[in-house]
Nanobody
């Protein structure tokens, strides 16, 4: 599985962004998909994960502002980020794995990441 994240960029605090992650391969539906982020000098942080046909599971720190969705027909997952804050500045990664977890090590495939920079 190859993953390509996009949609990052410079945004103002209070605004919104939608990130996309396009996956190649026919087995997309069988993988748990997840979003992580990594801010400068910090460890990679779990944001959300979702199996095909199931509701996403979110980290407590992002509940209410982040929404993950999957479009299996397009082999794509999305991450909608609302009410952007400066602390959302990070590289955002999508990941795929045969097991769903908040632990990065569980995931087998990673995209290169897309940078989100939030200006205040």
């Amino acid at each position: 599985v190859q993953l390509q994240a996009s949609g990052g960029g410079l945004a103002q605090a209070g605004g919104s962004l939608r990130l996309s992650c396009a996956a190649s391969g026919r087995t997309f539906n069988s993988y748990a998909m997840a979003w992580f982020r990594q801010a400068p000098g910090k460890e990679r942080e779990f944001i959300a994960r979702a199996w095909s046909g199931s509701s996403p599971y979110y980290a407590d720190s992002v509940k209410g502002r982040f929404t993950m969705s999957r479009d299996n027909a397009k082999n794509t997952v999305y991450l909608q980020i609302n009410s952007l804050k400066s602390e959302d500045t990070a590289v955002y990664y999508c990941a795929a794995g045969s097991r769903g977890s908040a632990a990065p090590a569980v995931y087998d495939y990673w995209g290169k990441g897309t940078l989100v920079t939030v200006s205040s």
